[in-house]
Nanobody
Framework: QVQLVESGGGSVQPGGSLRLSCSLSGYSINEYCMGWFRQGSIGGRDGLATIGTDGNADYADLVKGRFTVSRDNARNILYLQMNNLQPEDTRLYYC????????????????????WGEGTQVTISS
């Protein structure tokens, strides 16, 4: 059973930065497409960034230039560095994982995730 645990959320002022972490347990992260999503304004989850086993990343337009996704395969951890945070970034942020298979879908936001963490709250306010 894949288990994902997010951490690093908190409260910062506009323009500030946070780094989220997601620890995967139960399996090796080397086999998984990993990604960050956040609670949507009208429900569901909005995709922010994914990163494949080859290190290639896919970003949503709304976070390009501000957020950077990375992974530490040796430690089984996924990161999201978030800079220049704004009040509209206040949401619950989720880590997701999807096992990569030969001939399967590439690691892109639009293909979603199969496993989810419980989320970590990010609040931006002055």
């Amino acid at each position: 059973q894949v288990q994902l645990v997010e951490s690093g959320g908190g409260s910062v002022q506009p323009g500030g930065s946070l780094r989220l972490s997601c620890s995967l347990s139960g399996y090796s992260i080397n086999e998984y497409c990993m990604g960050w999503f956040r609670q949507g304004s009208i429900g569901g989850r909005d995709g922010l960034a994914t990163i494949g086993t080859d290190g290639n990343a896919d970003y949503a337009d709304l976070v390009k230039g501000r957020f950077t996704v990375s992974r530490d395969n040796a430690r089984n951890i996924l990161y999201l560095q978030m800079n220049n945070l704004q009040p509209e970034d206040t949401r619950l942020y989720y880590c997701g994982a999807r096992k990569m298979t030969s001939g399967g879908r590439p690691c892109l936001i639009r293909y979603g995730m199969h496993f989810w963490g419980e989320g970590t709250q990010v609040t931006i306010s002055s």
